[in-house]
């Protein structure tokens, strides 16, 4: 890549954005930001308590990942967001047109495993269920790439970054 992408790492919870944005975004050489804490308090707070966001919940959150990728145009960074649903990546994509997705996937039996181990995490595994209910996987005309999340975090950084090399440079 010779211009910086922004690059959102996206997923259901528990495939590891988390671990994997900062890793790679150590790789790219670019600022990392997480995701959740663009989030406001009342949706932390439901979430805690086990109910899951509603779309509506969602677009102070989304507006706010969208104005940081904005402002790293043609700087380069990766932001974690879970991205789930089409739509907030449209909506990300109206604030920062050149960002470009890493969709974290795996076998949920993985995925919930890695949740249940996790300490100090908002997101209970209950929720798990609902978030694959939401999720809309990347579709053929979206900038990104499909990444596993078996393996251990260095494998799985390796392959994204090596997966982003291919991708056309973003748009500004």
């Not at 707070?45 to 509603?54: Q, V």
Request: with cysteine; aromatic share 4%; glycine share 10%.
């Amino acid at each position: 890549m010779n211009t910086p992408h922004v690059v959102v790492v996206m997923g259901v919870a528990g495939t590891g954005k988390t671990t994997i944005g900062p890793l790679l975004a150590a790789r790219l050489g670019v600022p990392y930001a997480e995701g959740d804490d663009f989030h406001p308090q009342a949706n932390i707070a439901r979430m805690s308590a086990g109910t899951p966001l509603t779309d509506e919940d969602r677009l102070p959150w989304l507006d706010a990942i969208g104005a940081w990728a904005h402002g790293r145009a043609g700087l380069g960074g990766v932001v974690s967001c879970s991205a789930l649903k089409r739509s907030y990546r449209d909506r990300l994509r109206a604030a920062a047109p050149g960002v470009v997705f890493v969709h974290l996937t795996g076998d949920r039996a993985l995925i919930e495993d890695r949740m249940s181990h996790r300490q100090g995490h908002f997101m209970p595994t209950a929720l798990l269920d609902s978030q694959f209910a939401t999720l809309q996987p990347l579709a053929a005309d979206e900038a990104g790439v499909g990444v596993d999340v078996a393996g251990d975090p260095e494998e799985i950084t390796e392959r994204a970054a090596h997966a982003l090399r291919d991708l056309p440079e973003p748009v500004q």
